[in-house]
């Protein structure tokens, strides 16, 4: 088979071919044509037994793989796995849990685990583009997730509402163009500085914003927005003045969680946050082939360790896209 795939059955049929996977992601990684990561060499010597090259000049990691400078660096599990494990992820409209994943790779569930959160730093595509203006309406809304504390082992819960502040709820918010991409992020609180600052950084002003009765969105008329709310205790759609778009992606976002994540660490939200913004913002799309085709295109230059992901090293949140 030649052409791309367009399904699940043709991707692993595809992908089961190890030159396959070498073309696909060679085609990404050196659009240009292969050169040596470390020096920059283009005379670069393909060893196809090992499916790798050699550079010829004598410096450490002369001889490297398409992985290299990847979210697959360093990753002993071969791109067949990964390619179809990605195709999950960007495909499966309430995410896929690092059991399943394991059981349809036949790999190990903490194999699966962090191979999924490194696919997350592949969807996490941040965007200064703003939502919003000629005419577009934007929705912003705010939603608590969380509350599994009781579940927990009490060493663990302690710890985890420590990390959350006061309460085991976390603050996400959103903020959604009608019909267009949505925004979202982790925030400390849902007071005014935190959910304005991420309005004027990611609205267009002059912009129409609808949003619910909470004071903390009170002054945006005065900062240049066309400001309405719809009061919740009273009614939840007024014509056009409803944040229904975004209630809509929360309760995507809250069923990945509860259904297919069942308990994630307030630490890791933001990377289930940045897989669901992804799928979402790519729902047009015409086939799972081409939202596949978008996280592979965004594999590289980007890693994430261990030590990353399990929190030994601090790593930053901000609004995606
Ligand atoms: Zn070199």
């Known amino acids: 088979m030649s052409a791309k795939p367009k399904t699940l059955q043709q ?5 089961a071919d190890a030159d396959n996977c070498l073309k696909f992601m060679v085609e990404r990684r050196w659009p240009n044509g ?10 670069v010597r393909f060893i196809s037994t090992r499916r790798m090259w050699e550079c010829k000049e004598k410096h450490a990691r002369k001889q490297f793989s398409v992985k290299i400078g990847t979210i697959f660096e360093d990753s002993a599990l071969p791109l067949d796995k990964w390619l179809v494990a990605m195709w999950m992820v960007a495909n499966c409209k309430n995410g896929v849990s690092s059991y399943e994943v394991a059981r349809a790779l036949g790999i190990t569930q903490k194999s699966a685990w962090f191979m999924l959160h490194r696919i997350r730093l592949a969807m996490q595509t941040r965007s200064s583009v703003q939502l919003g203006g000629d005419g577009k309406p934007v929705e912003v809304d705010e939603t608590f997730v969380g509350g599994a504390a009781r579940f927990m082992h009490a060493d663990k819960r302690k710890r985890r509402i420590t990390e959350t502040g006061t ?9 959604l163009e009608r019909g267009g991409e949505v925004r979202a992020a982790v925030v400390g609180n849902r007071k005014k500085h935190a959910l304005q600052s991420n309005i004027r950084a990611h609205v267009k ?8 009765a909470l004071m903390s ?5 005065q900062q240049g927005f066309e400001h309405q709310v719809i009061d919740h205790a009273e009614k939840y759609v007024d ?10 992606f929360w309760s995507l976002f ?29 729902r047009e ?37």
Do not use: W
């Open 34 to 43: 292969v050169t040596c990561p470390t020096c920059g060499r283009a005379d």
């Open 217 to 221: 969105y009170q002054g945006l008329k």
């Open 11 to 15: 991707a692993i049929v595809y992908f």
């Open 239 to 248: 014509g056009q003045v409803h944040t229904n778009g975004l209630e809509n």
């Open 254 to 282: 809250k069923r990945q969680l509860k259904g297919t994540y069942i308990s994630v660490e307030p630490f890791h939200l933001f990377r289930y946050l940045d897989e669901q913004v992804f799928r979402y913002n790519l």
């Open 167 to 175: 309460k085991d709820k976390t603050a996400v918010m959103g903020i």
């Open 205 to 212: 002003a002059g912009s129409a914003i609808y949003s619910d």
């Open 285 to 321: 799309l015409a086939h799972d082939g081409l939202r596949f085709e978008h996280v592979a295109s965004h594999v590289i230059g980007k890693r994430l360790t261990y030590a990353e992901v399990t929190g030994k090293v601090g790593t930053t949140d901000s609004m995606s896209n």
